[in-house]
């Protein structure tokens, strides 16, 4: 069988290999190879999109081959409808993103795409690895490349903002890594096997207490990530010092690492703990919707209102995911995707923007639309998207949010709705001041609208954002049965803790009896 | 009884090809005379369209038009489909003929005044119709918010048309009561009916039994405030604002097609999410009926204030729409057999009158009634129209607001609200108050005007009046058979 997810996985590390042997001042050839590398991939990565069976959780396109048997870490690649469908977003904006570096990336030019393809491949393949050797391996070559984007390729204040995500994100990493490695022995403790197979860990019986620190590390690795308030403060200055692309890749995948971190580990393997530790991730989530869309409404700066707009739409799918209905899951998981799609689209647009006048302040412009009405087509129904209007999208991922959380909280849900209102106005707030009125800055009146290039890699993002705003149904099919086997999981646990409530007094009566004798 | 279906893919090309006519509108811009002629053309098959499906709504079949349908292990009972009965055959009929009737006036109106942009103006136009027929023909409620929130954004385009400050301003007062009151309560009320209900597809008699009443009353005060296109106080202020759009917007959209998608909104989530029957045991009703009232009587003495033809005639609006909402919430056959002609009749009327303001510019570029002395002579055709809709506003016989009211009046003594019963009559009075003045002013004043702007407006602005003037009579004449499609409202 033609090992699919490897090839997946490795093209674009290939792609950067043959770019090596390309001369630096061949930069159109290395452009070109990076591209049609990023091509086939996506092409590939349909393979497993049309060959995957929707009707089982279990993983599939599995390879399997022993690695460091003294360890018992493996080769172990394998996806679920979950990972399937973060895999092709990277794929698909992999593509969207190298065709919008093309002037954008001046110096450097075949070390920035090598760095590109590098992270293409580990960000593949920590959606794909089933081994936690494996997935720690390609979890951690992810932050080089994404630390060498901002910090080479950065705007003025690279080096600090390179620094501060590499920090955060080292942090919540060193976490993990312990976590990991006390599972691993909590697993060999209790089976007499060493093993780093993710998937034996999913209902091994963690004992309460060790869960609740188990379940707290990894949080904290993947609420830096995604990030969840108060684990933020790092994004907005990655996104502005960062280029264009590595900011598509930040918002549209990196911070995605997050939110599937909580599906794929938190959620079964420590399902009690985050039973129990729900209401107040809740309320964390909650908070940073409303905070992250009162930071943005203050922004004068268009890159870091985008980026601080990803912390309350991301606080929308950690909300939905820890509500643990279907509803709130699978939107959640749409909404990942989507998510992935608009607000990638908006940093597309912002790089057009600072491509042509070298500035981000909302106050430079004004009155763009008469100059570039193209444009101001294209960023129109991206914004519409971001704000989840019906007929994009947003729309549907935002209903199913509200939906899961009504069925698991109406106190939440009906926070949470005034937050997607937040959303509405600094966007539309946003929109208006760049974008309507007069031109009044003398710099504006001669910019030049949408070039074919443009136009080119904003169109599948259109494409996409209107077709899933009302034919959802290929995303949602493929995720169903894996969300529902998480939904099974939990309930599970609930039911579990419902029936040692139910028992527990007689216990802890006898107990007290016991202390009272002693005395 | 069994409800007899069809499947037709009518109602689907109805709702489209208004927004295949955008496309075709963008592409001609550099030729005026072709752009229009994409609009009349897409408004006549569009209104051909709509009126193929007479002979089955008359044989009291429901035209269904299923688009997409979601996963049923995720959304069950969930999609995007659309669904034809009497009520939204009746709101799309209206709509759509209007919509020719609108396009020949918009054409004298734009062109005589020379407006810029015209090829956008004419796209939201036909987006926002689109819209309104999607309101009209959708089967639930997720399909009705997409289409509601569509108007929103294509009619924003419209509102701010002049790029003037003041237009600004209006617009982003209009985005935020519409898109505001829709992202904070409809939306979330939409979500919580499917949560407690498990569907949101329009049926005949309500979905919501065994639904909780106190959550079934508090999201219809969600409903009610979420769908501000209602202009319902406090949630109007949007619509005086508005009136900085170009008339024939106002005429069309202001008066007909937003604001009724607005009160058709609330009538099909009264009749058909859920039912009267559920709806009058909550004993709810009475109180959303008498916020109606306050918006009926309140709008109309701000009307009486408003020396702008536009603004008067946009508080009258307002107190009119609110009929609708009060003669829903009676709960009684003929008040919501009353309700849901005030949709027609108020659009005719309505129409006629603003399409008359939008003349007089045009004409002797009058905007203030106190500068309207004697205009009956210098523009008989127009201020005939007017005195036609004016008069039917009020409610005089046989014109269409007449056999409205009286409905509504029986309605509310069914209900046994006196109080109902005396504010539709108070109302009346107000209405008389504040039309009445504008013509004596116009027949019995000596016109002040210079003498070289003495004239009518353009033959075609005035063929679309004098249209919409002749069928307010023939509702008010033919009001029985419109109610007698509705059959029996459970």
New interface residues.
Partial sequence: MFPILSAVTFIPLIGALIILFVSAKNENAIRIITLLTAIVDFVVSIGLYTDFDSGTAKMQFVERLPWISRFGAEYYLGIDGISLLMVLLTTFLSVVTYLSTWTAVEKNVKEFNIAMLVLQTAMIGVFCALDFVLFYLFWEMMLIPMYLLIGVWGGKRKIYAALKFFVYTMAGSVLMLFAILVLYFEYHSKTGVYTFDILKYHNMGLNPMLQFWMFLCFFIAFAIKVPVWPFHTWLPDAHVEAPTAGSVILAGILLKMGTYGFLRFSLPIFPDAAVSASWWISWIAIIGIIYGALVAMVQSDIKKLVAYSSVSHLGFVVLGTFAFT??GI?GGLLQMINHGISTGGLFLIVGMLYERRHTREISEYGGITSVMPKFAMVFVIVT?SSIG???TNG?IGE??I??GV??AN?IY??IA??G??LG?VYM?WMF?RVM??EVTNEKNKTLKDLSLREFIYMAPLLVAIFVLG????PI??K???S??NLVVIIEKSKAEARHEVAVAPQPLVAKIEVVGKRD | MTMKTVVSIIPLLAVSVSLLAGLGIFLLRKYPNWREGCSILAALVKFGLVMSLFPLIRDGYIIECPIVTFPAGILPNLGFALRVDTLGFLFAVVASFLWILTTLYSIGYMRSLEEHAQTRYYVCFALALTGALGVAFSANLLTLFLFYELITVSTYLLVVHEETKEAFSAGTKYLTYLMGTGKLFFLPAIVFTYGLAGTLQFKPGGVFLGVDPVWAGLLLVLFVAGVAKTGIMPFHNWLPSAMVAPTPVSALLHAVAVVKAGVFTIVRIVVSIYGVGFLSNIGIGIYMAIAASITVVGASVIALRQDNLKMRLAYSTISQLSYVILGVMLLTPDGVKGSILQIVAHAFGKITLFFCAGAIYVGIHKKYISEMAGIGKVMPWTMGAFTIGALSMIGVPPLAGFSVKWRLLLGAMEAHQILIVAVLLGSTLLNAAYFLPVLKKAYFEEYAGDSHHQHEAPLIMRVALVSTAIITVLVGLFSDSIVSLLGEIS
């Fill in positions: 279907m509803h699978a519409l209007l019906p007929l729309f209903f199913m509200l939906l009504f069925d109406r849900a009906a709705a005034i997607i209102i509405a539309l208006r309507f009125g009302v034919y959802p149904n949602l099919d995720m169903e049965v969300v529902k």
